[in-house]
C-alpha cells in the first residue's frame, strides 16, 4: 500500500510498472517518496512563513497546507513528464527548465526553515535594529519640539535675567543710601539729610517696582514651564504611539533581511541541502538507464503516435477520394439537358416574378 502510494508520488503510470519488475517498482517508489517528504517539508515552510504574516495557527497551516500541496503538484508534474531518450543531452535539455524551476522551489522553501532555525539569531538582530529604530523615532520627534522648548526656556532666562538685573540695580541703590547716612560716599555728612531721604525713596521706589516685576516674571516663568511641561507630554505621547509600530517590527520581510544579516555559510548549506532534495528525483530519472518501465512507456506511446499517424492518413485519403469523386458527379450532372431546362424554366418564372413586383410598386408610387 505504501509503495503505491509513493509510486502515486512519482507520477508513474501504475499499469505499465505492474508489468516491471520489483526492482523498477522500488526505483519509482522512491522517487515518489522523496517528491511526497519534499512537499512535507514546504507544507512545514510555508505554515511557518505564513505565521509570522498571519499571526494565527489556523490560518498558518490552512495556507501552508494548501502551499504543500502546490509544490506537491509541481514536482510530481516535472518528475512525470521527463522523459529518457537515446541522447543524455538531449535529456538534461528537456529536464533543463524543470531544473530551473526546481531550485526556484528549492529557495522558496529554505528560506522560511532558515528563519526558524536561525530564530534566536534573527531576534537579536532585530532587537539591536529595533532599538536603533526606538532612538531615531526619538530623535525625529523632538525634532519637532525642541524649537518651540529652546524658544520657551530661552524666554525664561531672559525674564530671570531681568528680575536679577533689577536686584542688582536695587542692591546699588541701597548701598549708595547706606553710604550716605554713614558719610562714606556722597555728601560724605553723617547722618540722615535730605539727600540721604532722596536716596531712601528712590531705593523703596525700585524695591516696589523689583516686587512687582518679580510677581509678574514668575507668572510668565510659570506659565512657559507650564506650555514646556504641555510639549513634553505630547512628546511622550506620540513617543509611546509609535512604539508598538517599531515593536511590531518583525514580518516575514524584516525577518528576511535579519537573516541576511547573518553569516552566508550556513544559509548556503541549507540552501544547497534543500536544493539536492528537490533536484534529486529529476537527477535520479537523468542519470538512471533506461529501465524496463521506460521501454514499455516508449513502445506504448510509440504504438499510439503510429495509430494516430495511421488514422490521419487514412482521413486524408478518404478526404481526397470523396472530392474526386463529387466533382465527377457534379460534371456528369451538368452536362444532362433535362436539369438544364428545369433551371430555366424556373429562372423565368423567377425574372417574371421580380418584374411583376417592381411594376406594382412603381405604380404605388405614381
Not at 43 to 64: H, P, R
Not at 129 to 154: C, F, G, H, I, R
Not at 249 to 274: E, H, T, Y
Amino acid at each position: 500500500m505504501l509503495q503505491r502510494f509513493f509510486i502515486f508520488c512519482s507520477g508513474a503510470d501504475t499499469a505499465i510498472l505492474d508489468e516491471c519488475s520489483p526492482g523498477e517498482r522500488t526505483k519509482y517508489a522512491g522517487i515518489g517518496a522523496t517528491v511526497f517528504f519534499t512537499a512535507v517539508m514546504a507544507t512545514i515552510a510555508g505554515a511557518y512563513a505564513l505565521y509570522t504574516v498571519f499571526d494565527n495557527y489556523y490560518s498558518a497551516i490552512f495556507f501552508g497546507t494548501i502551499w504543500g500541496l502546490l509544490i506537491f503538484n509541481l514536482d510530481r508534474f516535472i518528475v512525470s513528464t521527463i522523459k529518457k531518450r537515446n541522447n543524455f543531452f538531449d535529456e538534461l535539455i528537456q529536464a533543463s527548465p524543470r531544473i530551473a524551476l526546481a531550485i526556484i522551489i528549492a529557495i522558496v522553501i529554505s528560506k522560511p526553515l532558515e528563519m526558524k532555525i536561525f530564530e534566536k539569531e534573527i531576534n537579536q538582530v532585530l532587537l539591536t535594529e529595533k532599538n536603533e529604530m526606538t532612538l531615531a523615532n526619538k530623535d525625529q520627534l523632538a525634532l519637532q519640539y525642541t524649537p518651540s522648548v529652546t524658544a520657551l526656556e530661552t524666554e525664561i532666562e531672559g525674564l530671570k535675567k531681568e528680575v536679577n538685573d533689577k536686584e542688582a540695580e536695587v542692591n546699588a541703590l541701597y548701598d549708595t543710601y547706606i553710604t550716605e547716612a554713614e558719610g562714606t560716599a556722597g555728601t560724605q555728612k553723617l547722618g540722615k539729610g535730605p539727600v540721604y531721604k532722596e536716596k531712601r525713596d528712590k531705593h523703596d521706589a525700585e524695591l516696589a517696582a523689583l516686587a512687582e516685576l518679580k510677581k509678574t516674571n514668575a507668572e510668565k516663568i510659570t506659565a512657559a514651564e507650564a506650555q514646556i511641561a504641555t510639549l513634553a507630554t505630547e512628546y511622550n505621547t506620540k513617543v509611546a504611539d509609535t512604539q508598538p509600530v517599531i515593536d511590531g517590527f518583525d514580518g516575514l520581510m524584516a525577518r528576511v533581511n535579519a537573516l541576511n544579516k547573518l553569516p552566508w555559510l550556513p544559509s548556503l548549506f541549507i540552501f544547497l541541502l534543500f536544493l539536492a532534495i528537490e533536484t534529486s528525483p529529476i537527477l535520479a530519472k537523468l542519470l538512471s538507464p533506461k529501465g524496463a518501465y521506460d521501454l514499455k512507456l516508449e513502445e506504448q506511446e510509440s504504438a499510439l503516435k503510429s495509430w494516430v499517424t495511421q488514422q490521419k492518413a487514412q482521413r486524408d485519403v478518404l478526404v481526397t477520394t470523396d472530392r474526386d469523386i463529387n466533382n465527377r458527379v457534379y460534371a456528369d450532372i451538368a452536362e444532362e439537358q433535362e436539369l438544364y431546362d428545369y433551371k430555366r424554366k424556373r429562372a423565368r418564372e423567377l425574372m417574371q416574378m421580380q418584374a411583376d413586383a417592381f411594376y406594382k410598386k412603381q405604380k404605388s408610387v405614381l
